[in-house]
């Protein structure tokens, strides 16, 4: 006799009624929802028939029209007459420099750090922890104070700019190094360097599988970069091997040739790399003491160095308790940016005040201020949350 199929369970019916507690939650979230968009509603439309009433000119209109201020360093080519929305991009990827150059230095800087604090060398520790306290007690606006008055103040004038190698020279003008002349072989070793790095990430996949699989450890940090960098000759070499430099040349009070980055960008980037590297290596040092002892004992049976323990196996661990963390510091740094209108330098801040002072247009300008580091903060927040699903480890 043929045995009977189990019958399937018949699929649960949403219950749309009041007792539901689940209906009960959707209806409370959108009741929620709609109270927030009436307030936010009710304030613009205040502001806005405030603004009507005293004669005070409002919207962002202002943004197609002449700016007529000039900015000191830019990324890309501004002119005076260039429109207020080209000036708050200059800003905005004056801002976006800092932010980005400021968390890798920081992240290197405090990982070191955070490192050397557990150095078998007494020194080496004690130096870390002095590091740390001094740097993360001081507020990090009198930090950039301080840096910047030491570049333009402590720094020779550009006359007697100090020379490396008749290269790179430092004064109270800046920092002036050489750069490539551009050209179609340097965007072939772009597109090298970009081939390099898919290829290091696939054989860094590789050497973890085989590592899980033999034991045996393999480079994963120097091979990529090789493959990387190797990329980046081939393309180089494929796109006819330019090799012209600009170099910066100085005559007298004037300099022609290379780059320079200002003694403002300086400051600032300087500040708030040593500021936030402090808090980063408080950060790493409690993720690694998170790791349990035992784990730096078994690692000790298999052979490994202190290094290899150390890369293989603590950190691995200790990027759990890491990454929330250094993700409010990198927030943090990028905020803290915004200060760098006390020294000068033309981020979004500084173009902002500069634009809300000629147009009075307050509420915009504040606004897009708002508005762009609310999406560099989630932007930033987003990626490394990301990481963090991906570096977690997994229960078997």
Not at 158 to 187: C, D, Q, R, T
Not at 288 to 315: C, D, W
Not at 367 to 379: C, E, G, K, R
Request: charged share 15%.
């Amino acid at each position: 006799m043929a045995q009977a199929l189990p019958r399937r369970a018949a699929p649960r019916r949403r219950d749309w009624t009041w007792r539901s507690q689940a209906f009960r939650g959707l209806v409370f979230q959108l009741v929620a929802i709609a109270l927030v968009a009436l307030g936010v509603w009710y304030l613009a439309a205040n502001t806005l028939e405030n603004m009507r009433v005293r004669g005070i000119q409002s919207g962002f209109d202002f943004l197609r029209t002449p700016a007529g201020f000039d900015i000191g360093e830019s990324l890309i080519p501004y002119d005076a007459l260039d429109p207020y929305w080209k000036a708050f991009l200059v800003g905005i990827l004056n801002t976006l420099r800092v932010a980005a150059i400021g968390i890798v230095a920081a992240t290197v800087l405090g990982t070191l750090l955070g490192i050397g604090r557990f150095s078998r060398n007494a020194i080496v520790r004690g130096l870390c922890y002095a590091y740390v306290e001094f740097f993360r007690n001081v507020p990090v606006l009198l930090q950039l104070l301080m840096w910047y008055l030491i570049l333009t103040d402590v720094l020779p004038p550009l006359s007697e700019a100090i020379s490396i190698g008749g290269l790179f020279y430092l004064s109270n003008n800046g920092f002036k190094f050489p750069v490539p002349v551009w050209s179609a072989g340097h965007a072939f070793a772009a597109a090298g360097l970009a081939a390099g790095a898919v290829l290091g990430w696939l054989y860094r996949r590789w050497a973890i599988r085989q590592f899980e699989l033999t034991g045996r450890a393999r480079s994963l940090v120097l091979a990529p970069i090789g493959i990387a960098l190797a990329g980046a000759f081939v393309g180089w070499v494929a796109g006819g091997a330019p090799a012209q430099w600009s170099v910066p040349q100085i005559d007298g009070f004037l300099v022609s040739g290379g780059a320079a980055a200002t003694p403002e960008f300086l400051g600032v980037l300087i500040g708030l790399v040593l500021y936030t590297a402090a808090f980063i290596a408080e950060v790493v040092r409690a993720g690694i003491a998170s790791v349990s002892h035992g784990q730096v004992e078994a690692a000790a049976s298999l052979g490994l160095s202190k290094a290899q323990s150390m890369r293989l196996v603590i950190l691995p661990q200790a990027l759990r308790v890491i990454i929330p963390p250094m993700t409010s510091q990198y927030l943090n740094l990028t905020k803290n940016s915004s200060l760098a209108v006390a020294i000068g330098y033309p981020d979004v801040v500084s173009i902002a005040n500069t634009s809300l002072n000629q147009t009075g247009r307050a509420v915009e300008c504040i606004a897009i201020i708002m508005a762009v580091y609310l999406t560099t903060s989630l932007a930033t927040a987003a990626f490394m949350n990301w990481y963090n699903k991906r570096a977690a480890i997994k229960e078997r």
